[in-house]
């Protein structure tokens, strides 16, 4: 037995498999010519990030628009940064839009696929054998160094102007030979598992990403940590295994990774395997005082997908959103296209900005107006009754009472060329409609400036007296304009321009008056069928009301 196989045995004691085993269980995928296998594969570190559900999307389109697979891997290493039920609400938030992954761990808890276990800390029996493997071939050693003696080191690089790191000189446990290692771990010693790395700072690697063009960079010439002496991998290790195992064919993930592409690339040489393609996604970025910085979790709100949810964004009017941030002709296309399911968008990762997609929440206001415009009355009811369940129990109960109503309320002015685009998230709702509902209902606006109090108080005198509920919206428009003469009023707005001195105002203002009688507002959808909704009584009433209000003024 060569003393790197009796040292490798040492260090892995529990080893029994070669990686042969492993690349017989997860053969190269039966996918054609051009399919592209792609993956999300967040820590459970804490709530789900806008940049993540855009990385999660850009990789589901990737995979799907080639009919590939897009899978989601779980990277749950770092017990001590884990946060309780983090995979679940990540996976929860990715479904919740629609980013739903073909394999891999899914939101109801179930594995799918057979290229799993799909998360890291179940799959430290593969590490082991690859790192093992390493060691045996000499390509791998154990380091004793404590983190005292790492902290010296990195002081020392320091004040010496050098850069920091595990390497030449300073990577000390790599002039260990295999007996002198042997020695020190039959003493007990713990040690870490490090890569003997080929590299040297003066050569460069060059890599086609496919966002950002060619990149070249100094070749990895650090002994980068595999395991630590947990026997837990490093970021860098679980990558290169789990990328090869899993027969990613794309890797595309933030750009805090690119500096890291050397060591990646390095490693898959190293252990032998293909390396796949990378695309590194630049950070979504933010106006900031006339700066751009990157959308931060302490300071903005809205980095958060929870965030979306709470506001009621539609789950569609934030996937169009990132649509158009991601590729720039996207909004274009979807002017063109306003039915087209978008996976029928010809999507490019080279069309993908470098310097970072700008967050602008008045264009995701836009986009969603747009969204909501589109919806029919019944399912727009629907979302905003889940809505009101969840964030808004008030609004829910009014809401709840009648269905129909609520289907009626988002009924006006719905369908048609033009559609009002006037609700960008179910949050607008509970104001936007709140005349239709007694509780809520209040006189918010003011008379039309010409219009006086006691003349106000006329005009719902002569209306009350003519009010039909059922007429439809142009015999409704005549009978404002039939009570116009004898209030003074013009009942055509062009003879009145013609002759102002004339007329108290005209019928623009009657109206006016009924409609805020009647909802308390200036501006409103179409009142005839504002009014056919409230119904008799109701609008009855609040004529009445505001009647006497006036005349008591
Ligand atoms: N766990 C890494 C992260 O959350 C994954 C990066 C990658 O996609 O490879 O940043």
């Keep these: 037995m060569s003393l790197n196989q009796?040292?490798?045995?040492?260090?892995?004691?529990?080893?029994?498999?070669?990686?042969?085993?492993?690349?017989?269980?997860?053969?190269?995928?039966?996918?054609?010519?051009?399919?592209?296998?792609?993956?999300?594969?967040?820590?459970?570190?804490?709530?789900?990030?806008?940049?993540?559900?855009?990385?999660?999307?850009?990789?589901?389109?990737?995979?799907?628009?080639?009919?590939?697979?897009?899978?989601?891997?779980?990277?749950?290493?770092?017990?001590?940064?884990?946060?309780?039920?983090?995979?679940?609400?990540?996976?929860?938030?990715?479904?919740?839009?629609?980013?739903?992954?073909?394999?891999?761990?899914?939101?109801?808890?179930?594995?799918?696929?057979?290229?799993?276990?799909?998360?890291?800390?179940?799959?430290?029996?593969?590490?082991?054998?690859?790192?093992?493997?390493?060691?045996?071939?000499?390509?791998?050693?154990?380091?004793?160094?404590?983190?005292?003696?790492?902290?010296?080191?990195?002081?020392?690089?320091?004040?010496?102007?050098?850069?920091?790191?595990?390497?030449?000189?300073?990577?000390?446990?790599?002039?260990?030979?295999?007996?002198?290692?042997?020695?020190?771990?039959?003493?007990?010693?713990?040690?870490?598992?490090?890569?003997?790395?080929?590299?040297?700072?003066?050569?460069r690697i060059v890599f086609d990403d496919l966002i950002k063009g060619r990149i070249e960079m100094p070749e990895n010439d650090e002994d980068i940590v595999l395991l630590k002496s947990d026997g837990i991998p490093t970021y860098h290790f679980a990558h290169a295994v789990d990328d090869h195992l899993m027969r990613t064919t794309h890797v595309i993930r933030g750009d805090e990774w690119v500096s890291s592409a050397p060591k990646h690339l390095q490693l898959f040489k190293v252990l032998g395997f293909k390396p796949p393609k990378y695309a590194h996604v630049s950070p979504i970025m933010k106006d900031d005082d006339g700066g751009r910085r990157k959308l931060s979790k302490r300071k903005d709100p809205e980095a958060a997908v929870r965030y979306y949810a709470e506001q009621g964004y539609p789950a569609d009017s934030v996937m169009e959103y990132l649509m158009t941030i991601a590729n720039s002709d996207y909004e274009e296309w979807r002017r063109r296209n306003q039915k087209a399911d978008r996976s029928e968008f010809k999507f490019s990762l080279k069309k993908m900005s470098v310097s970072g997609a700008l967050f602008d929440i008045n264009k995701l206001n836009d986009v969603s107006k747009t969204v909501i415009a589109a919806m029919d009355a019944k399912p727009v009811a629907r979302q905003v009754l889940d809505w009101a369940g969840e964030f808004d129990k008030g609004f829910y109960d009014r809401l709840n009472r009648d269905f129909d109503y609520t289907v009626g309320i988002f009924s006006i002015d719905r369908g048609g060329d033009k559609p009002r685009k006037d609700i960008a998230k179910w949050s607008d709702v509970p104001d936007y409609v709140s005349y239709f509902f007694d509780e809520t209902f209040e006189i918010r606006d003011g008379l039309p400036d010409n219009v006086k109090p006691e003349d106000a108080a006329k005009i719902i005198g002569e209306y009350l007296k003519v009010y039909n509920p059922d007429e439809d919206k142009t015999q409704w428009f005549e009978t404002m304009k039939s009570i116009c003469p004898k209030l003074g009023f013009c009942p055509e707005v062009r003879e009145y321009k013609k002759n102002p001195e004339g007329y108290k105002g005209h019928v623009g203002d009657v109206s006016a008056v009924i409609r805020l009688a009647v909802t308390g507002r200036k501006n409103t959808p179409d009142l005839c069928s504002i009014m056919k909704l409230l119904g008799k009584d109701r609008v009855f009433q609040r004529l009445e009301q505001m009647k006497r209000k006036l005349e008591n003024q």
């Design 6 to 203: 009796k040292l490798a045995d040492l260090m892995f004691p529990d080893v029994t498999h070669s990686p042969e085993h492993f690349e017989n269980i997860y053969p190269p995928r039966k996918l054609n010519e051009g399919a592209r296998v792609t993956r999300i594969a967040p820590s459970p570190t804490g709530y789900l990030h806008l940049g993540v559900l855009f990385t999660a999307m850009v990789n589901r389109i990737a995979a799907k628009s080639t009919g590939g697979v897009f899978y989601f891997r779980l990277e749950d290493t770092d017990k001590k940064r884990e946060v309780e039920g983090g995979a679940e609400d990540i996976l929860k938030g990715l479904e919740a839009f629609g980013v739903i992954p073909d394999e891999g761990l899914t939101a109801s808890g179930e594995e799918i696929g057979r290229y799993g276990p799909y998360r890291q800390s179940e799959r430290a029996g593969i590490y082991h054998v690859y790192a093992k493997s390493l060691v045996e071939l000499g390509l791998a050693y154990p380091c004793f160094c404590s983190e005292e003696e790492r902290e010296k080191a990195r002081q020392e690089q320091e004040k010496m102007k050098l850069r920091t790191g595990y390497y030449g000189e300073f990577a000390v446990c790599r002039g260990l030979t295999a007996e002198q290692a042997i020695e020190k771990i039959e003493r007990g010693l713990p040690f870490v598992v490090r890569l003997r790395s080929p590299g040297s700072e003066e050569n």
